[in-house]
């Protein structure tokens, strides 16, 4: 049976520009304590479904430390402030990775990127009426910039090359409304 368990503490173990690490301690139901880690996304982000006029979506390739390889990703980016809108951020994160601005936005989904540790949102819109602008990325950003077929990209996730969360979300979901 699932119960409501007790946080009794929480200590900042590191606190970074993004994110925070903190240990949690942890009264379970028969009362021993336990520890855990908890990650605390400061900000929130944005990510963008980008679907040109012929319907190929846009996606950005892109080093990711963490996994030490190049990804393909829906474009997106974290929040300036959190009382920042996510529709601003995702504007904001499509014209800066991809250099496109779009005349039509519209929320998909919010989603929670990896709750067994991080309080980390994302909300996922659908950016269409695209037309060209400039790209202007992060002095620390380096991307590639390609557009995909629908039909290309779930090969692609259900191959495993895809393995992104918001990115997987993000194209099952569009895949799913147009469908």
Not at 131 to 137: A, D, E, F, N, R
Not at 138 to 145: G, I, K, S, T
């Amino acid at each position: 049976m699932v119960q409501k368990l007790k946080r009794l503490k929480r200590e900042l173990v590191k606190e970074g520009a993004i994110v925070n690490m903190y240990t949690d301690y942890i009264e379970m139901p028969d009362g021993r304590t336990v520890k855990w880690d908890f990650i605390e996304h400061k900000k929130g982000a944005a990510a963008v479904v980008a679907v040109l006029p012929d319907g190929k979506i846009l996606m950005v390739k892109q080093y990711r430390n963490a996994l030490e390889r190049i990804t393909l990703e829906i474009p997106a980016g974290a929040r300036d402030s959190v009382t920042e809108d996510t529709s601003v951020c995702a504007k904001r994160e499509l014209e800066e990775e991809t250099g496109y601005v779009c005349g039509k936005l519209e929320k998909m989904l919010s989603l929670k990127s990896t709750v067994a540790f991080c309080n980390e949102f994302i909300d996922v819109y659908l950016a269409t009426e695209l037309t060209p602008g400039k790209q202007h990325l992060d002095e620390d950003e380096f991307v590639d910039v390609a557009a995909y077929d629908l039909t290309e990209l779930c090969e692609k996730i259900y191959a495993g090359e895809i393995q992104d969360a918001k990115t997987v979300a993000a194209i099952l979901a569009y895949a799913n409304r147009i469908r």
